[in-house]
């Protein structure tokens, strides 16, 4: 059973930095691009950014560039988002999920608060 | 960014009656290779995403057959027949042909 289990929220000013953690258990994590997709309270969901299988090619949505940066350790198992110049409209749960969204994470909280 | 428009946003539903979720795309979704990459999410309160449909119409592994896809191009449907109590939660499409993916404002499915 595919395992995604993400960690590192928690509480930050506005203006500060956070590294949000995923790890992967249950699958061959080194051979799929993968994912973090975000979801403020109460809304929707938005895709944050996308990292190929090796690591070598990133991208990120409008208002994530600049500001935060994906990458994984395959030799781990491990995705990670290292956002920093948090703003409250971060402020969300972030999944890391799998190509498709074949296979989500049960998220983790980023407040973004003074 | 492609807009990902679905209607409608409330849907009450009498249990054991049909449902139907539009989503409409502001651009074709057909990818490069062919294949079209929309799918559909369920997120049934205070929990996470889950896929229901990918490319259209193939249902996931452990998916009633009560929950089916359809469309082309821009404009896609979701229907679930035979509603269940477990059916209540909020719907999503999504788009995976165009980055960044997008996905629909989301349609709450309740019961009557």
């Known amino acids: 059973e595919v395992q995604l289990v993400e960690s590192g929220g928690g509480l930050v000013q506005p203006g500060g930095s956070l590294r949000l953690s995923c790890a992967d258990s249950?699958?061959?994590?080194?051979?799929?691009?993968m994912y973090w997709v975000r979801q403020a309270p109460g809304k929707g969901l938005e895709y944050v950014s996308a990292?190929?299988?090796?690591?070598?090619?990133?991208k990120y949505a409008n208002s994530e560039k600049g500001r935060f940066t994906i990458s994984r350790d395959n030799s781990k198992n491990t995705l990670y988002l290292q956002m920093g110049s948090l703003r409250p409209d971060d402020m969300a749960v972030y999944y890391c999920?799998?190509?498709?969204?074949?296979?989500w994470g049960q998220g983790t909280l980023v407040t973004v608060s003074s | 960014d492609v807009v990902m428009t679905q209607s409608p946003l409330s849907l009450p539903v009498t249990l054991g009656q049909s449902a139907s979720i539009s989503c409409r795309s502001s651009?074709?979704?057909?990818?490069?290779?062919?294949?079209?990459?929309l799918n559909w999410f369920q997120q049934r309160p205070g929990q996470s995403p889950r896929r229901l449909i990918y490319?259209?119409?193939n249902r996931d592994s452990g998916v009633p057959d009560r929950f089916s896809g359809s469309g082309s191009g821009t404009d896609f449907t979701l229907k679930i027949s035979r509603v269940e109590a477990e059916d209540v939660g909020v719907y999503y499409c999504?788009?995976?042909?165009?980055?960044?993916?997008?996905f629909g404002q989301g349609t709450k499915l309740e019961i009557k």
């Open positions: 651009q074709s979704l057909v990818y490069s290779d062919g294949n079209t990459y």
């Open positions: 490319e259209v119409s």
């Open positions: 249950g699958f061959i994590f080194s051979n799929y691009a």
């Open positions: 999920a799998r190509p498709g969204g074949s296979d």
């Open positions: 990292i190929s299988s090796s690591g070598d090619s990133t």
């Open positions: 999504m788009q995976g042909t165009h980055w960044p993916y997008t």
